[in-house]
C-alpha cells in the first residue's frame, strides 16, 4: 500500500520554478564544456563572478532533459522516489548495496573505508 502510495504521489509533471535556470545552466555548461565564472542568466548583475555550486545536477537535468522533454524528467524523479522507498523499506537490498559500495571503494583504493551497515 505504501508503495502504490510512493508511485501515486511521485508520478507528475514538475512544477520546481528553479527547473528552467537548471536547464540553461546544463545547457551553457554542455555547449561551452566548462562551468561559468561569471552570472549568465540574471538581467541586474549579469557578469558578475558566480560559483556555480550545482553544475552537476544542472548537467544531468539537461541531459535527461534532451534525451526525452519533461516528461523523461517526470519519469526520473518517479525512479528515483521508488529507488529511496526500496532502500528505506527493504534492509537486505539496503545491505547490498552497501556491500557493493564497498567493493567499489575497495577496487579505487580506499580499503579501509567502509559504508555503515545496518542491522
Known sequence: MV???????SVRLLSDPDLGSHLK???WIVAHQ???????STYTVSGNEYID?????QVLVFGVYSLGGYKAL????TLLALLLFILLFFPEFKRKVSQE???IHAA???PGHRTPHYA
Do not use: Q, R
Open 53 to 57: 555550486i550545482h553544475w552537476f545536477f
Open 34 to 40: 566548462s562551468v561559468p565564472e561569471n552570472d549568465i
Open 108 to 110: 579505487a583504493g580506499f
Open 3 to 9: 508503495f502504490l502510495l510512493t508511485l501515486t504521489m
Open 25 to 27: 545552466g546544463g545547457k
Open 74 to 77: 517526470s519519469l526520473t524523479v
Open 101 to 103: 559500495f564497498d567493493d
